[in-house]
Nanobody
Framework: EVQLVESGGGLVQAGGSLRLSCEASGFTFEDVAIGWFRQAPGKGREGVSCIINSDGSTYYGDSVKGRFTISSDSAKNTVYLQMNSLKPEDTAVYFC???????????????????WGQGTQVTVSS
């Protein structure tokens, strides 16, 4: 059974940092892409970042480039999202998701990801 479990969300002041974790199980970690998405109240789900575990390629949405860093630890089957210089507009529920391929196409497209975690709340106060 595939499982993705996010952790690390919380309340932080603008300008602060948080690190989210996504622990994965139920598949070969190196054979998948893992993405982070977020959904703010009243808005659609937005692709934040993606890592292709087979070769370490990373992708970022324009709104987080230069502030967020995605990384992967295969020994722990865990993907991290380091979020720095947080802004109030980063407030959202953050989800991790996995694909069953390592394709480099549409890395931030919600439709390519099959398995989803339950989400973790990130709130940035001004």
């Amino acid at each position: 059974e595939v499982q993705l479990v996010e952790s690390g969300g919380g309340l932080v002041q603008a300008g602060g940092s948080l690190r989210l974790s996504c622990e994965a199980s139920g598949f070969t970690f190196e054979d998948v892409a893992i993405g982070w998405f977020r959904q703010a109240p009243g808005k659609g789900r937005e692709g934040v970042s993606c890592i292709i575990n087979s070769d370490g390629s990373t992708y970022y949405g324009d709104s987080v480039k230069g502030r967020f860093t995605i990384s992967s630890d295969s020994a722990k089957n865990t993907v991290y999202l380091q979020m720095n210089s947080l802004k109030p507009e980063d407030t959202a529920v953050y989800f991790c998701a996995s694909d069953i391929t390592t394709a480099h196409t549409q890395p931030l497209s919600e439709s390519r990801f099959i398995y989803w975690g339950q989400g973790t709340q990130v709130t940035v106060s001004s």
